[in-house]
């Protein structure tokens, strides 16, 4: 329900979300917070923080984004220091989760211009991916 980008209700301080042991909120949250304006951690249950979010993470700093996760294990917690993300080009691993690349094709209606995201090697459960573009598609999105 927003209409657009989610921004921070104060810019000027860090949210910190926790998200328990939700990775398939994790994921999508973090690219849609990136859309907007504000800064942001991430977070869950010590579990969550062994669940790999860093291809996400790359795909979403390769389209401008400010975000981080923690670099020796490629895991939560994500920290946003969001102002929107820029058309362009993402390459991201298909191998580790679908849901990477549904976050970053449901992010991209966001950016003002073009985005193109290619994955670099296989992609496993392709029809996930399929239906985020179908429902995509549904609310008019090409």
């Known amino acids: 329900g927003q209409g657009g980008p989610i921004d921070s209700p104060t810019p000027e301080e860090t949210l910190e979300l926790f998200l328990g042991n939700a990775g398939t ?23 969550m923080r062994e669940r790999p979010i860093a291809d996400l993470i790359d795909g979403l700093q390769q389209l401008g984004a400010k975000v981080t996760c923690v670099e020796e294990t490629g895991c939560p917690p994500v920290t946003i220091d969001a102002d929107g993300l820029k058309s362009g080009s993402a390459s991201i691993s298909g191998k580790m989760s679908s849901q990477f690349l549904s976050s970053l094709l449901m992010a991209s209606p966001a950016v003002d211009g073009e985005v193109k995201i290619s994955i670099k090697d296989e992609l496993i459960s392709a029809p996930y991916v399929s239906l985020t573009i179908g429902l995509m598609k549904k609310f008019g999105v090409n």
């Open 25 to 47: 909120a994790m994921r999508p949250l973090a690219a849609a917070l990136c859309m907007g304006k504000g800064k942001f951690v991430l977070d869950g249950v010590p579990r």
